[in-house]
């Protein structure tokens, strides 16, 4: 299991990461903070392998947190979860190596998506302690930051790639209509993607019968 620390200083919302977290399989919520104080307490008597870090602490700028951490050793990966939108917010986040920047509002599917990739580039990591090449360290980093491997076709852009990749996740066994109503794309477009997914061996496709006519073509994550 991933264990998990919410740090978060609105109750409500902490409870709500917390289910979230816990929908997703793999993860364990080891503790929840809502303040910085109350984070470094929790980190210095228990084991966590994430941080689901909110940057507008009462006590301390979360990027201030991860910053001590990192002083002090600690190994723990951290994912903001803010609806701070400055870009230099951004780039100090990425230059502490904050593993994903999360903005608020969002869906469960959208947050689920970041966690599933975070599991999948610990998976591959332990996998093998020394990378055999140099496409293996690019597939550990795109499976991170969420890009595909290798480039996307003309007309396709990563931003959709990722909203209909995550509608997918989130549930499994969609047709290209069910997946543009879920992401705000149209039905043409939606289906260019799962094609894509289709054939570069990232989703399958299967027929849906019980319908007259043909059977409608559903996908789902390989």
């Not at 869906?107 to 591959?124: G, M, N, P, S, V």
């Not at 293996?136 to 996307?152: A, C, K, M, Q, Y």
Request: hydrophobic fraction near 40%.
């Amino acid at each position: 299991m991933i264990r998990v620390l919410v740090v978060e200083d609105e109750p409500l919302i902490a409870e709500a990461h917390r289910v979230y977290t816990e929908r997703v399989d793999g993860f364990e919520v080891v503790g929840v903070a809502h303040t910085a104080r109350e984070a470094t307490g929790i980190l210095r008597t228990r084991e966590v392998d994430l941080i689901l870090l909110d940057l507008n602490l009462p006590d301390r700028h979360g990027l201030d947190l991860a910053r001590a951490l990192r002083a002090a050793g600690s190994g723990a990966d951290v994912l903001a979860v803010t609806s701070n939108r400055d870009l230099g917010m951004v780039r100090q986040a990425v230059a502490l190596g904050v593993t994903h920047y999360l903005l608020k509002p969002f869906t469960f599917a959208a947050f689920r998506d970041k966690l599933d990739r975070y599991a999948r580039y610990r998976a591959q990591l332990v996998e093998s302690t020394e990378a055999a090449a140099q496409h293996e360290i690019d597939r550990v980093f795109s499976t991170l930051r969420g890009s595909p491997p290798g480039s996307l076709p003309k007309g396709l852009d990563s931003a959709t790639f990722d909203l209909v990749l995550g509608a997918l996740r989130a549930e499994p066994g969609l047709s290209a209509a069910e997946v543009a109503a879920r992401t705000g794309t149209s039905r043409v477009t939606a289906r260019r993607y799962l094609e894509h997914l289709a054939e570069s061996g990232r989703a399958v496709r299967t027929p849906r019968y019980g319908g007259p006519g043909r059977p409608e073509v559903e996908y789902r994550p390989a």
